[in-house]
């Protein structure tokens, strides 16, 4: 425990430091009218807020997933359990994915610790675009959020998940090896038979814990940026910018992508903008946000190579507003 705190000290001072100066600008907001607060500050603050609340059950979740893998799964599964042809090892990377109820706030910790363990980079980066896009929690979410209207949820899924296939496919064109950062050290955890599952399970929860820390500050650093662009950009310059297809589709992506919500709970938002959007606009905001957003690729960017971050960002996005283009007259 002493080795824990020493070794991310730095990091607990400054989640302390954030945590006070938070404390205190929340206790300022009863006593505003002699402190003079603007009020853009508490909206970014309550903003910056709500969307950490939201986020670190589901860190957390995938920190202790992200442990597990560390500890309990070992080379010799993965190379088991994984296809040798490397499209069934796409496509069922994608299908675990859909069937596993992972959100983007938490994916990045586990296809890291997958990546480590000999996954092959195109597998992992399936998993991580259908991990949040797809499972049962967010088809029940859309399709309530759509007035029980089965026609998105089902839309949001099947070309999610063919646009996540796309993706890992290129992603497997372009780059081989694990893709991370010089920085980045990931050690083999040796499986001693010797080992109690006591000793397992505390070495479980180091590794998650050190994950952790590793995480949360791209994601602290993320929250902001997103409360940032929710407070001070005016909506009605979107509605202005987004007047044709091609431009509304673009803004509702860019909308996802800044927004940085959770996949859980996004579909309530994008319904709000079913009446001003079509429906093309509001299937670019639902697939391409759970997908890759500013949030989860700065935690991208904290473990993989800056190239590599870059070019995934971009092929989801072509990709996303590729097909969703061609099948626009049909939607």
């Not at 910056?48 to 957390?60: D, R």
Request: glycine share 8%.
């Amino acid at each position: 425990m002493i080795r824990l705190i020493r070794s991310n000290l730095l990091d607990i001072t400054g989640f302390a430091v954030i945590l006070a100066f938070l404390m205190l600008l929340s206790l300022g907001m009863g006593f505003k009218s002699n402190l003079e607060i603007p009020s853009s500050i508490l909206n970014l603050n309550t903003i910056f807020l709500s969307i950490l609340i939201e986020a670190f059950p589901f860190v957390l979740i995938g920190v202790l997933i992200a442990g597990m893998i560390q500890i309990f799964v070992t080379e010799e599964h993965i190379s088991r359990w994984i296809p040798k042809n490397k499209y069934m090892a796409i496509f069922m990377s994608c299908s675990v994915g859909a069937l596993f109820p992972a959100c983007e706030c938490g994916i990045v910790p586990i296809i890291r610790r997958l990546v480590g363990k000999g996954v092959p980079i195109a597998a992992a980066i399936g998993f991580m675009l259908t991990g949040p896009l797809i499972n049962p929690i967010v088809i029940a979410s859309t399709y309530m959020a759509f007035g029980n209207d089965a026609k998105i949820a089902a839309l949001r899924m099947g070309l999610g998940f063919g646009i996540a296939i796309i993706v890992a496919l290129l992603v497997g064109m372009f780059f081989k090896g694990t893709q991370f950062k010089s920085s980045v050290s990931f050690v083999s955890h040796s499986h001693s038979k010797k080992q109690s599952f006591l000793e397992k399970f505390w070495a479980m929860l180091q590794h998650s814990i050190d994950e952790f820390f590793d995480m949360a500050k791209y994601l602290i650093i993320g929250a902001f940026l997103a409360a940032l662009v929710q407070t001070y950009m005016p909506a009605k310059t979107l509605l202005e910018i987004g007047s044709g297809a091609a431009s509304s589709l673009a803004v509702m992506m860019g909308l996802a992508y800044f927004l940085s919500l959770c996949s859980e709970a996004d579909a309530f938002i994008g319904a709000s903008f079913s009446s001003i959007f079509p429906s093309t606009s509001i299937l670019g905001f639902l697939i391409f946000g759970p997908m890759i957003d500013l949030k989860n690729t700065l935690m991208m960017m904290s473990v993989f190579r800056f190239k590599f971050v870059m070019t995934v960002l971009v092929l989801v996005a072509g990709t996303v507003f590729t097909i969703l283009m061609l099948f626009s007259s049909m939607l």
